[in-house]
């Protein structure tokens, strides 16, 4: 497996797995609340923090549609509702600098990712809903920037489209998801994490996970997945788009040290110690 790097973080299967502390759009748009979570994911063990770029006039159109699954709210509401400015944007980069952690963002239009280009992020989480928007991975290519992708609601062929724009362009790495709010078990399909090894060889792998709790995430380090990521929130009592899926510090705790120990007992031959 090739090595990804960003932020002199090396991720790879010689590297504890890298957690991704996905607050997303749990803070509701209020940046206060944005920095509470920041500092919980830091008292957590946290070595990276990401965040969601909406600029919701760019990304969508008007719409009475409704994540029916996580919300009855109409889903330009809550976007329009927990968009941040750039302004406090760039106030929760600055805390994380502070906080001695790196700052990530999914964009959602060109807008936002360049955006985020002029904030000088150090790589790009995209979400699985873009997967396949191929005009805004060509412009995120033009960037230069690394490339975390997750492929959600994609089979291989479309997965195999979306490469083909990154490939010799920019280093990346791929994330198995299921886009099922919560995710049941046998949905999770941790399957497809060693399906995406065989099909792209040496491409760092990992796992966004919708499903409760931290169990599927430990169980990916096992097969060999390297970037895990989970939604994250101060407490599930809280309200929030996510916050029903998220996990809580002490469990973003577990996952990290959980997923050091397995990555650390993996691998070796039966042979006498």
């Not at 509701?28 to 919980?40: F, S, T």
């Not at 964009?107 to 955006?115: K, L, M, Q, V």
């Not at 491409?203 to 709790?213: A, I, R, Y």
Request: hydrophobic share 40%.
């Amino acid at each position: 497996m090739s090595v990804f790097e960003f932020s002199g973080r090396k991720i790879g299967a010689d590297y504890p797995p890298l957690v991704l502390v996905e607050v997303g759009i749990n803070h509701e748009g209020d940046v206060d609340k944005a920095l509470q979570l920041v500092d919980a994911a830091v008292a957590a063990g946290a070595e990276v923090v990401k965040f969601q770029c909406h600029i919701t006039d760019k990304e969508m159109v008007p719409t009475d549609m409704t994540p029916g699954e996580i919300s009855t709210e109409k889903l330009w509401d809550i976007i329009k509702r927990c968009e941040l400015t750039e302004a406090e944007e760039r106030r929760v980069q600055t805390y994380c600098a502070e906080k001695g952690v790196v700052y990530l963002s999914t964009p959602f239009s060109r807008e936002a990712a360049d955006r985020l280009n002029d904030m000088g992020v150090p790589a790009f989480k995209i979400g699985s809903g873009e997967c396949n928007n191929l005009p805004l991975l060509d412009h995120i290519a033009r960037l230069g920037k690394p490339v975390i992708l997750s492929t959600g609601m994609n089979d291989l062929s479309s997965v195999k489209r979306s490469v083909s724009v990154l490939h010799g362009r920019v280093p990346y790495a791929l994330m198995h998801c299921t886009s099922m709010y919560p995710t049941p078990y046998d949905k999770v399909r941790l399957g497809a994490i060693s399906q995406l090894m065989q099909e792209f060889p040496g491409v760092p792998l990992g796992l966004s996970d919708h499903s409760m709790h931290i169990w599927t995430c430990l169980g990916a380090v096992a097969l060999g997945a390297c970037i895990l990521e989970k939604h994250f929130t101060i407490s599930r009592d809280w309200p929030g788009p996510d916050t029903g899926i998220s996990i809580e510090p002490v469990e973003l705790k577990d996952l990290i040290d959980g997923s050091r120990a397995i990555w650390q007992a993996r691998g070796g031959a039966k042979t006498v110690l």
